[in-house]
């Protein structure tokens, strides 16, 4: 039982930072309707830059967290307008080969950067807690609490502030939307800085439980962030939310009692269950085609 | 140029001009104009060729967007490799017959994950194909006779130049002449608009899963060349950014048009290789080219512009004939000046 009740809280952690990530790829599905596969990418330029602040500068590692996110924000504003708005008109398969290109891009340059080598992450959150018999990090419980907090702040953003309102009506119809005299350039813009920012903050909590990081660290975790939100619905917030957390979970209890290999296996299974029972996901609305 | 043109004479000219370009590149070879090394990148160039041709059938013809063909490259390319080294055949018998082996398994894996596949749609197809081909490496990658992690050793390297050759040269022959078929044209109206072909009585899924097969079957194969050329088949080499790479071949040189394929695979298969003097930036330089590329033009390279040897030939004897006939009366033009045409009358 407690087994049980340790592999659920190990699942909640690593299932926060999914969620976490999801939220930027739900997002900017929503409103540009493109799987952004370069985001996987800002996670680890987010894990980079607080690695780099914090050993080489000794920057208190708050603060560190802090400038990261905002420069994943700005990176995620940058792509945005140098690779995928020139592209918007053009066809979606031109706009995924682009977000794959940037995706490379953003890889070979870190690597060119900091080389190959996978680096240590010193753990910001140390200790230990003890919860019946089993002991967890602090970084477990920090990891929980935060993307609680953040969730439910990014929930009350999108419902009930204007640029919140302006989000939901874009990802409704784009150009209804700038009829009825929205920017949808700033909008979208700020999805984007939103999401990135995002992905910094799961990227912190992702380093201080794993402690290596590497240029092409992004990939297989942008990946399963992406699976998460796709179970949820994509494009749905809680689904984000909630997709992430079952992915954890499930992740950690196939760790725990079947073998630590399968664990891609289940959950890349999980994402083609999902898409031949419900394609539209656990929160999605299906759409039909109309002739 | 309302003419048919002469079938069996295109044949017996595309056929002439496929088996000089083979004399020419083998006298390359021979006599080192060609080092050795440069003659063997023909043979990544070839596989590359065949595997962004047959993804080009399902996302540039069928128009729907996989992203697992590494996948079926790798079922392929084991299925082959295991062939190989469990029978003892003359190497000129056994290759083509485990190249074949394993491009019928990977059509069989495309019928198999083509049916619930594509009964989704875009996006959606994409992300489920991703999955396929991620669960098939993770598969490999727990099996015993596929050596899992520590990947399959000791495989002949059977491949050469020729083999790639006559391999390409079937792949192109065989797509080339389904697109111009009746199925090539019901595959063709699936990409225009799905509904509208059903209404008009395509059975959509029965030509979408074949479509989708045979790319599969085509990845397999170039999966076994690829095999028999490096000798070793590590799965993590079949994950999700090697069915990108083929992906980006296939956008770049123009979804629906097979020499885009040809022309882009070449060119991104040398292209790192000539950047090897910048080492490190290689690879960035690369992805910026790419990046740049489909910004300022988004429909690849060559869209979906197709070469025949034929047509060109035609076109250009037409022009040679256009400028003789032109020049013949100018030659002997007679003093028969055309009767000058009355003065308009000015305003009166």
């Given at each position: 039982m407690m087994t049980l009740v340790y592999l659920m809280i190990n699942g909640l952690q690593i299932g926060s930072i999914y969620s976490l990530v999801a939220l930027g790829y739900s997002m900017v599905y929503g409103i540009v309707k493109l799987v952004n596969f370069a985001h996987g990418d800002v996670i680890m330029v987010g894990a980079y830059t607080t690695w780099y602040l914090v050993s080489r500068f000794s920057v208190p590692a708050w603060i560190a967290?802090?400038?990261?996110?905002?420069?994943?924000?700005?990176?995620?504003?940058?792509?945005?307008?140098?690779?995928?708005?020139?592209?918007?008109?053009?066809?979606?398969?031109?706009?995924l080969v682009t977000a794959i290109g940037v995706s490379l891009l953003l890889q070979n340059a870190m690597q060119l950067l900091f080389s190959a080598n996978p680096r240590?992450?010193?753990?910001?959150?140390?200790?230990?807690?003890?919860?019946?018999?089993?002991?967890?990090?602090?970084?477990?419980?920090?990891t929980i609490a935060v993307s609680v907090v953040i969730m439910a702040g990014l929930t009350l953003l999108v419902k009930k502030t204007k640029i919140g309102k302006a989000m939901r009506t874009v990802s409704e119809d784009n150009e209804t939307a700038q009829l009825m005299g929205i920017n949808v350039n700033h909008t979208i813009s700020f999805t984007f800085a939103l999401g990135s920012g995002l992905a910094a903050v799961g990227a912190v909590f992702y380093c201080c439980s794993y402690s290596q990081i590497q240029p092409t660290m992004g990939s297989m975790l942008g990946l399963k962030a992406f699976v998460a939100a796709v179970l949820g619905g994509i494009g749905s917030l809680p689904g984000a939310m909630t997709g992430g957390l079952c992915i954890g979970i499930a992740e950690s209890l196939t760790k725990g009692y079947v073998s630590s290999q399968l664990t891609d296996a289940v959950v890349f299974g999980i994402l083609i269950v999902v898409l031949l029972v419900k394609p539209s996901g656990i929160f999605g609305r299906p759409h039909n085609e109309k002739v | 140029m309302t003419t048919r043109p002469n079938v069996p004479f295109r044949y017996a000219l595309n056929a002439a001009a496929a088996a000089g370009l083979y004399i020419v590149l083998m006298i390359l070879i021979r006599a080192k104009v060609l080092n050795r090394y440069q003659a063997l990148m023909l043979i990544p160039i070839g596989f590359?060729?065949?595997?962004?041709?047959?993804?080009?059938?399902?996302?540039?013809?069928?128009?729907?967007?996989?992203?697992?063909?590494?996948?079926?490259?790798?079922?392929?390319?084991?299925?082959?490799?295991?062939?190989?080294?469990?029978?003892s055949l003359p190497t000129n018998l056994e290759l083509p017959l485990a190249l074949v082996l394993g491009g019928l398994m990977?059509?069989?894996?495309?019928?198999?994950?083509?049916?619930?596949?594509?009964?989704?749609?875009?996006?959606?197809?994409?992300?489920?194909?991703?999955?396929?081909?991620?669960?098939?490496?993770?598969?490999?990658?727990?099996?015993?006779?596929?050596?899992?992690?520590?990947?399959?050793?000791?495989?002949g390297r059977q491949t050469t130049v020729t083999w790639v050759y006559i391999f390409v040269l079937i792949t192109l022959f065989i797509l080339n002449t389904l697109i111009k078929s009746r199925h090539g044209r019901a595959i063709l109206s699936i990409r225009e608009d799905e509904i509208a072909a059903e209404a008009s009585g395509i059975p959509t899924t029965y030509y979408k899963v074949l479509a989708f097969s045979i790319s599969a079957?085509?990845?397999?194969?170039a999966g076994g060349l690829y095999a028999h050329y490096l000798s070793i088949l590590d799965p993590s080499s079949f994950g999700f950014m090697k069915s990108a790479e083929i992906l980006v071949i296939v956008v770049l040189g123009g979804l629906g048009s097979i020499f885009g394929s040809v022309v882009s695979a070449t060119v991104l298969t040398i292209l790192p290789e000539l950047l090897r003097g910048f080492a490190e930036y290689r690879m960035v330089i690369y992805s910026l080219l790419l990046v740049a590329v489909m910004i300022f033009k988004p429909s690849g390279l060559c869209g979906r512009y197709e070469f025949s040897l034929g047509d060109t030939l035609d076109d250009f004897f037409t022009l040679l004939r256009g400028k003789l006939k032109k020049q013949e009366p100018v030659a002997r033009k007679p003093a028969t000046p055309e009767p000058a045409a009355p003065e308009p009358a000015k305003g009166k």
């Open positions: 967290a802090l400038v990261s996110v905002a420069v994943c924000s700005v990176l995620g504003m940058l792509i945005e307008k140098i690779a995928y708005k020139p592209l918007r008109k053009s066809g979606r398969l031109s706009l240590m992450f010193t753990n910001i959150f140390t200790g230990t807690m003890t919860i019946g018999e089993r002991q967890f990090s602090n970084a477990t419980a920090a | 590359n060729i065949i595997l962004a041709v047959s993804l080009n059938l399902s996302a540039g013809f069928l128009g729907q967007l996989p992203l697992g063909h590494a996948g079926f490259m790798s079922v392929g390319a084991y299925t082959a490799a295991l062939f190989s080294m469990s029978v990977a059509a069989v894996f495309g019928v198999l994950i083509g049916l619930p596949a594509l009964r989704l749609k875009g996006d959606y197809l994409a992300i489920l194909t991703l999955g396929f081909g991620e669960i098939i490496r993770v598969i490999i990658l727990n099996l015993k006779f596929t050596g899992g992690a520590y990947g399959l050793k000791g495989i079957g085509f990845a397999g194969v």
